[in-house]
Nanobody
Framework: QVQLVESGGGLVQAGGSLRLSCAAS????????MGWFRQAPGKEREFVAA????????YYTDSVKGRFTISRDGAKNTVYLQMNGLKPEDTAVYYC????????????????WGQGTQVTVSS
């Protein structure tokens, strides 16, 4: 079992920045990747970014490329999402997730989920 604890969400003005953190604990050695998803009211859960634990390869959805950066600290078992140039359309509940498999862009492929943290961007 793996537990994920998120932090860093909040209210920010358009153009501002936030950094989300997700600390993993438990049987983390089996994890191959961690990612971030978001879900706005009335919309499906959307892939945002992911990072592989081996090689640190990163992946981003087109709408956040150049603005968001995912990174990890292996010693702390923590993944981060640095969000710059935030836009009102980024407003959503952001979820940290971890997978033991190879698929990284589909919510169904993830084995563990955090509780979610609200990010609200005002204009």
């Amino acid at each position: 079992q793996v537990q994920l604890v998120e932090s860093g969400g909040g209210l920010v003005q358009a153009g501002g920045s936030l950094r989300l953190s997700c600390a993993a604990s438990g049987s983390t050695f089996s994890l191959r990747a961690m990612g971030w998803f978001r879900q706005a009211p009335g919309k499906e859960r959307e892939f945002v970014a992911a990072i592989r634990w081996s090689g640190d390869t990163t992946y981003y959805t087109d709408s956040v490329k150049g603005r968001f950066t995912i990174s990890r600290d292996g010693a702390k078992n923590t993944v981060y999402l640095q969000m710059n140039g935030l836009k009102p359309e980024d407003t959503a509940v952001y979820y940290c997730a971890a997978t033991r498999g190879w698929e990284i862009t589909l919510p169904l492929a993830y084995d563990y989920w955090g509780q979610g943290t609200q990010v609200t961007v005002s204009s």
